[in-house]
């Protein structure tokens, strides 16, 4: 059975930074690419961004670039996201998924990071 | 970026109904398109993925079609744990976008 576990959300200040971590199981992580998608509170889904199989290529949605990092290690079938330089707008629930090229096709349960003072 | 218009926004349907949610893209997609369900306070199913096929597990009452750049679910006979937001997804060029939803519930 895929499992993918996210953790380290939780509260922070503006400017601030966190990282999130995912742990995955049920499948072999090194094959497939992964992604972040966010969900503001009662808003719609939002792509953050997209890593290859293996780490080669990374891929950001125009409002994270140069503030999150997306990153993996195959070896403990974790992934992660850097997010530094936050702000009001990036409160959101923070989903791992498993990228299958066109579409995510396994989610976690999702984390909460919330921005604010 | 490629847009995704979904709609409608909310609708409200009896059990056993039929019930049709669309998606209109700004451009060609092809079948770079996958449908999801989200019930409150968990995280997004996949349902539907290449525009027609089914996702394992999925009930068979779930299909999809695509007509041109418009691209629709349907739920054939609504049952009572269908209610929830139904988003559409193009993956066809980065950035991947999201439909706004659409909120089914019961009537």
């Known amino acids: 059975e895929v499992q993918l576990v996210e953790s380290g959300g939780g509260l922070v200040q503006p400017g601030r930074s966190m990282k999130l971590s995912c742990a995955a199981s049920?499948?072999?992580?090194?094959?497939?690419?992964m992604a972040w998608v966010r969900q503001a509170p009662t808003k719609g889904l939002e792509w953050v961004a997209t890593?290859?199989?293996?780490?080669?290529?990374?891929y950001y949605r125009d409002s994270v670039k140069g503030r999150f990092t997306i990153s993996r290690d195959n070896a403990k079938s974790t992934l992660y996201l850097q997010m530094n330089s936050l702000r009001s707008e990036d409160t959101a629930t923070y989903y791992c998924?498993?990228?299958?090229?066109?579409?995510?096709?396994?989610w976690g349960q999702g984390v909460m990071v919330t921005v604010s003072s | 970026d490629i847009q995704m218009t979904q709609s409608p926004a909310s609708l409200s349907a009896s059990l056993e109904e039929i019930v049709t949610i669309t998606c209109q893209a700004s451009?060609?997609?092809?079948?770079?398109l996958a449908w999801y369900q989200q019930k409150p306070g968990k995280s997004p199913q996949l349902l539907i993925y290449?525009?027609?096929s089914l996702a394992d597990g999925v009930p068979s009452r779930f299909s999809g079609s695509r007509s041109g750049t418009q691209y629709s679910l349907k739920i054939s006979r609504l049952q009572v744990e269908d209610p929830g937001i139904y988003y559409c997804?193009?993956?066809?060029?980065?950035?991947?976008?999201f439909g706004g939803g659409t909120k089914l519930e019961l009537k």
């Open positions: 451009q060609d997609i092809g079948n770079w």
């Open positions: 290449g525009a027609t």
């Open positions: 997804l193009q993956g066809y060029s980065a950035p991947p976008t």
């Open positions: 890593i290859s199989y293996d780490g080669s290529s990374t």
């Open positions: 998924t498993r990228d299958e090229a066109y579409y995510f096709d396994y």
């Open positions: 049920g499948f072999t992580f090194s094959n497939y690419g």
